[in-house]
T-cell receptor, first 115, second 110 residues
């Protein structure tokens, strides 16, 4: 089975541009998570969804960040406008979200560089 | 929110050595996972272990939930074990976002 799929794997953009990151969770998983990794702050949760509904977006840093999950197999994280401090690796993860095992499986990440 | 502390922050060992990595957390948890981030940045899930003991080959993990700590054991280290090991926890009900520790950076020298 394919794991969590993220695209693009690398993105280089200029300050002020809109950036859209994409994620396809593992089939059958109903929870999806967006994380960000930086040297300064480590790995931090941005937002997560359960059954396509946003549950906790308290980690989203600013109004410039938005996330959607229009269906069970697709989610986007958008930054508009982007700033150099948004440069980071963005990970998407998914889990079954129920029962006694809630193992989260991570995608390969998108390395974002904002110039 | 819940706090996660990992120790040691850095560890350099010779190939073949054994190691123990520790994770302390500040509140009761219903999810605890150990990850290995390899030099290419990929986060690989090692164990889902909110309590008890598990083993997978040369790796094993133990979580003592009542005392709020978890240990990851690596035996007979290989150079491919190098990377950063993260402990991550969640304390909410059902599926919940993880809070990560700062990690242990492990270097295995040949």
């Amino acid at each position: 089975d394919a794991g969590v799929i993220q695209s693009p794997r690398h993105e280089v953009t200029e300050m002020g541009q809109e950036v859209t990151l994409r994620c396809k969770p593992i089939s059958g998983h109903n929870s999806l998570f967006w994380y960000r990794q930086t040297m300064m702050r480590g790995l931090e949760l941005l937002i997560y969804f359960n059954n396509n509904v946003p549950i906790d977006d308290s980690g989203m840093p600013e109004d410039r960040f938005s996330a959607k999950m229009p269906n069970a197999s697709f989610s986007t994280l958008k930054i508009q406008p982007s700033e150099p401090r948004d440069s980071a690796v963005y990970f998407c993860a998914s889990s079954w979200g129920g029962g006694s095992t809630d193992t989260q499986y991570f995608g390969p990440g998108t390395r974002l560089t904002v110039l | 929110g819940i706090q996660v502390e990992q120790s040691p922050p850095d560890l350099i060992l010779q190939e073949g050595a054994n190691s123990t990595l520790r994770c302390n957390f500040s509140d009761s948890v219903n999810n605890l996972q150990w990850f290995h981030q390899n030099p290419w940045g990929q986060l690989i899930n090692l164990f889902y272990i909110p309590s008890g003991t598990k083993q997978n080959g040369r790796l094993s993990a133990t979580t003592v939930a009542t005392e709020r700590y978890s240990l990851l054991y690596i035996s007979s280290s290989q150079t491919t074990d190098s990377g950063v090991y993260f402990c991550a926890v969640a304390s909410g009900g059902g599926a919940d976002g993880l809070t990560f520790g700062k990690g242990t950076h492990l270097i295995i020298q040949p």
